[in-house]
C-alpha cells in the first residue's frame, strides 16, 4: 500500500459520513445517474474513512464536472478538459492527498484526451472517474466520442456519421495501469469498482455509464437485467488482469459490452520516481532544502 493510499495513522477525529461529506445540493437535473456515481463516491469513502481534508476533487467542465462542488473535500472546478494537467502537479506535489478527478466523456477523451494519454503514461497516482453518457449535457446535446453512429444531435441533426471511440481499448493503449468499466445504475458494482481504483497505487480509471435522462434517456438500459438487458460483469477467474491482449479483446464485446476490472498492474509511479530522484539529490547535495534544489536548476537553464 502506498503512503498515498495507506489509512491515516490517528483516526480522524470526525467520523466521516455522508453527512460531513454532503458539501452543497446537487444542481443536476432529477434522475441524473451523476446521484449514483455521487452517492457512491461517499459510500465508499464512508467506508475507507479518509479524513477529508486528505481529499482533493478536480474537475473539468461539463454536467458531471459539478461533482466537486458537492463533495466536503478540496476542490477544484477547472477549465474544460484541463482537470488532469491540474490534477497530475496536485499529485506530485502532495504526497499526502488522495487527488480523484471526475469529468465527463467530453471533457476526458475530447478536448482532455491527449492530457488522459499522458497522466496515464506516466502513471501518476490518481483516480479518474470519467462519467459516460454518450453526449455533451451541459451544453445541451452535442455528439461526443462516445456517441454511437447514427445518433441524432444538435450537432448532427442527420444523425452521427462517424465511429465512437472505444473508451476500454484507448485507455489500454495509453498506459493507464489500472482500467474498469462499471454502470451508475448498478449501484454494489460500482462501489466494488471504486473502491478498487482507489486502492490502486498508480493512475486508476473507471469509465462509469451514467444516464443523461435529459438528452439521452435509456441509452444504458441494455446494460440493465431490470429493463430487458444483461449486466455481463468480467470473470476474473478466467480473466487475467495483467494481460491487456486478453482485456483487448474482451473490449470487442458488443453494446452494452463488459463490465468490470479489464487490466490492473503495478508499475513504478511517477510520484515515487519524482519523490526518489529528490531525496537522492538532496543527499548527495549535503541535505540541500527544495528551494536550493530549484535554485541549482535554474542555474543550470540560464
Ligand atoms: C474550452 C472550452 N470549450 C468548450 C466549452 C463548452 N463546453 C462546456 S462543457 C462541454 C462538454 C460537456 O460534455 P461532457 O464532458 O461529456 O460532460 P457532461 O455535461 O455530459 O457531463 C463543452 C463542449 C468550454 N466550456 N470550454
Ligand atoms: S443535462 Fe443530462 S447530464 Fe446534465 S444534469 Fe441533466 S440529466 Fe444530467
Ligand atoms: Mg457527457
Redesign the pocket.
Known amino acids: 500500500m502506498s503512503a498515498a493510499t495507506e489509512a491515516p495513522a490517528a483516526p480522524p477525529a470526525e467520523k466521516l459520513t455522508k453527512k460531513v461529506l454532503t458539501a452543497d445540493h446537487p444542481t443536476w437535473c432529477p434522475g441524473c445517474g451523476?446521484f449514483a456515481v455521487l452517492a457512491a463516491f461517499y459510500k465508499v469513502l464512508e467506508k475507507l474513512q479518509y479524513p477529508h481534508e486528505k481529499i482533493v476533487c478536480v474537475a473539468?467542465?461539463?454536467?458531471?464536472?459539478r461533482f466537486p462542488y458537492f463533495v466536503n473535500s478540496h476542490g477544484i472546478h477547472f477549465?474544460?478538459?484541463r482537470a488532469l494537467p491540474l490534477a497530475t502537479g496536485l499529485s506530485l506535489s502532495r504526497p499526502d492527498v488522495h487527488v480523484f478527478v471526475f469529468?465527463?466523456?467530453?471533457?476526458?477523451f475530447?478536448?482532455g484526451g491527449n492530457h488522459l494519454n499522458h497522466a496515464a503514461r506516466k502513471n501518476v497516482r490518481l483516480t479518474y472517474v470519467i462519467?459516460d453518457?454518450f453526449?455533451?449535457?451541459?451544453?445541451k446535446n452535442?455528439t461526443?466520442p462516445t456517441s454511437p453512429t447514427g445518433r441524432k444531435s444538435k450537432t448532427d441533426p442527420q444523425g452521427s456519421f462517424d465511429r465512437p471511440i472505444n473508451p476500454m481499448k484507448q485507455l489500454l493503449a495509453s498506459g493507464a495501469t489500472f482500467i474498469a468499466r462499471t454502470h451508475a445504475a448498478q449501484v454494489a458494482h460500482m462501489m466494488q469498482t471504486f473502491e478498487r481504483a482507489i486502492q490502486h497505487d498508480g493512475f486508476s480509471v473507471v469509465e462509469c455509464l451514467s444516464e443523461?435522462v435529459m438528452f439521452y434517456p435509456g441509452a444504458f438500459d441494455d446494460g440493465l437485467p431490470r429493463k430487458g438487458g444483461v449486466f455481463d460483469v468480467i470473470d476474473e477467474t478466467a480473466h487475467d488482469v495483467k494481460d491487456d491482449v486478453a482485456a483487448f479483446k474482451l473490449a470487442d464485446a458488443p453494446a452494452p459490452g463488459k463490465f468490470g476490472v479489464f487490466y490492473q498492474v503495478n508499475r513504478p509511479t511517477k510520484n515515487e520516481k519524482e519523490l526518489n530522484f529528490i531525496a537522492e539529490t538532496q543527499a548527495k547535495l549535503g541535505g540541500a532544502s527544495q528551494k536550493d534544489l530549484l535554485r541549482k536548476r535554474f542555474e543550470v537553464m540560464r
Open positions: 451523476d473539468g467542465i461539463g454536467c458531471s464536472s477549465i474544460h478538459g469529468g465527463g466523456d467530453g471533457d476526458g475530447s478536448i462519467m453518457n453526449v455533451y449535457g451541459l451544453t452535442q461526443s443523461c
